[in-house]
């Protein structure tokens, strides 16, 4: 495995990294697909039971990327909110991001039934713990118009209604998304692989791309195992994009995400942290999530990386942790871990095409359903079936001399510190 030794993921206990099983060399497919994560299975899956051609090239071991590091929260965010997306794109269009979003949470539930997956799936719902001031009217009207539009009833929970679902005493009230729920990401991921391979994808893990080159009709991708041309071309390798994919690399900011999971503190006492066993949110640009491991028995808490230092990055999270639950405050971490995340700069998920490449990307850390999803639409895009999507051909913009190496990262941390500081709770 190339990740730092000192690292241990919680999931990857139960479903470690593997390589894939052995194949030999396809040196011409129809569809290519770069990075073996949610993306590139999605789209590999659709584009295969269609009965295509279909080879994945991954880097590292199958399950080494984002996809199974993942808290496994089913959130389906768009970081920008109604009002926002509405300022941005009138009121009409912004619905299409939200009504895809709905369609998006839909479509992987539908998958995991159908498929009969088995990755500790809990429809728990998920609470989003809100801090500092907020109306509570404006929210209600909200809700009011999403549950007659989708049928899913958001509900605002009072703060004194708070302790039915959390014991933290944190937060001024919640709101509560009965649609959302949690996986087992490295057990999805390792399913979908399964059904890949099934279907008649043939992954090569160990496998870098480390040139492309784009003819009129069709790609030559050089790799660490030999050369292979394709039809069709997809990119799924987000975060984790490299210096072999230059254009993407300077569209894409890649952000540390890191976890930690509890010594085992038994279902009882997990029960009275967090009583119905639902996912958290909170409600600031910076806060955690946080929820229980499928068995119940621990608590899993991530955050975005607001320091450059490496050190004491377990302490933070177990800090961050105690603010939530103080009686926790001498329990054990078990589990540190980390990965990388994908922002574009404008924050909205992409699924671009540029020079016949096919780019679903920049899920802004919430790609257990975005990158199914978007990996999905890519597929159909080449399968010439409805793909339309709100995040189709929107620009995907860069800044001058900026290559992939985020050097403002600390900067923009700092600044959306400030404002979760001064920040009036809600969007
Ligand atoms: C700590 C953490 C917590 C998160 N929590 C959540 C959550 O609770 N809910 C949620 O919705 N999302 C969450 N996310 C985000 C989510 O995991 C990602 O958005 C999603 O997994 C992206 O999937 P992907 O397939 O696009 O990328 P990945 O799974 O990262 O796959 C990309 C792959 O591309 C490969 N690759 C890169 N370059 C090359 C190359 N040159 N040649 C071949 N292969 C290459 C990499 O090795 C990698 O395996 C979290 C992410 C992290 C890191």
């Not at 791309?209 to 990119?235: C, D, M, P, R």
């Amino acid at each position: 495995m190339t990740e730092d030794k000192k690292m241990s993921c919680y999931w990857w206990y139960e479903a470690p990294p593997r390589p894939a099983p052995r194949a030999s060399w396809a040196s011409a497919t129809d569809v290519a697909i770069i990075g073996c994560g949610f993306t590139g299975l999605s789209a590999a899956l659709t584009l295969a039971r269609a009965g295509r051609e279909v080879v994945i090239l991954e880097k590292n071991l199958i399950g080494e990327g984002a996809s199974t590091r993942n808290g496994g929260i089913t959130s389906g965010n768009i970081r920008l909110s109604s009002r926002q997306l509405a300022r941005r794109f009138g009121p009409e269009r912004a619905q299409t991001f939200i009504d895809e979003s709905v369609a998006a949470r839909a479509d992987l539930e539908r998958f995991i039934e159908e498929n009969k997956i088995n990755c500790d799936y809990q429809p728990v719902g998920r609470i989003v713990g809100l801090m500092g001031s907020f109306s509570s009217q404006t929210m209600e009207r909200d809700h009011n118009k999403f549950a007659e539009r989708y049928n899913i009833e958001p509900r605002l929970i009072s703060k004194s209604e708070m302790a039915e679902y959390t014991s933290s005493k944190k937060y001024e009230a919640g709101i509560h998304r009965p649609d959302i729920g949690g996986i087992h990401p490295a057990k999805l991921l390792h399913e979908m692989a399964r059904l890949a391979i099934d279907a008649g994808v043939k992954i090569y893990s160990k496998t870098a791309v480390t040139k492309i080159e784009n003819h009129k009709t069709t790609f030559t991708l050089t790799t660490t195992q030999g050369k292979i041309t394709a039809q069709h071309l997809i990119s799924a390798t987000n975060a984790y994009t490299d210096q072999a994919q230059p254009w993407l690399r300077r569209r894409l900011i890649p952000v540390i995400s890191e976890m930690i999971a509890t010594e085992k503190l038994g279902t009882n006492r997990v029960r009275a942290l967090i009583p119905k066993l639902n996912m958290f949110g909170e409600s600031k640009q910076l806060g955690h999530y946080y929820r229980p491991s499928p068995d119940g028995r621990r608590i899993l808490l991530g955050g975005r990386r607001m320091h450059k230092q490496e050190s004491f990055a377990k302490q933070r999270l177990h800090d961050g942790l105690t603010e939530i639950f103080p009686e926790l405050k001498d329990t054990k971490i078990d589990s540190y871990w980390r990965g990388f995340v994908a922002f574009p700069f404008d924050q909205l998920p992409k699924l671009a095409v540029h020079k016949g490449i096919i780019y679903p990307s920049g899920f802004c850390g919430s790609g257990t359903v975005w990158a199914r999803w978007l990996g999905q639409k890519a597929a159909f895009m080449i399968l010439g079936e409805a793909a339309e999507s709100a995040f189709k051909n929107l620009p995907m913009m860069t800044l001058p001399l900026y290559s992939g190496d985020p050097w403002f990262l600390p900067l923009a941390m700092s600044y959306f510190r400030l404002r979760d500081r001064l920040s009036v709770s809600t969007k």
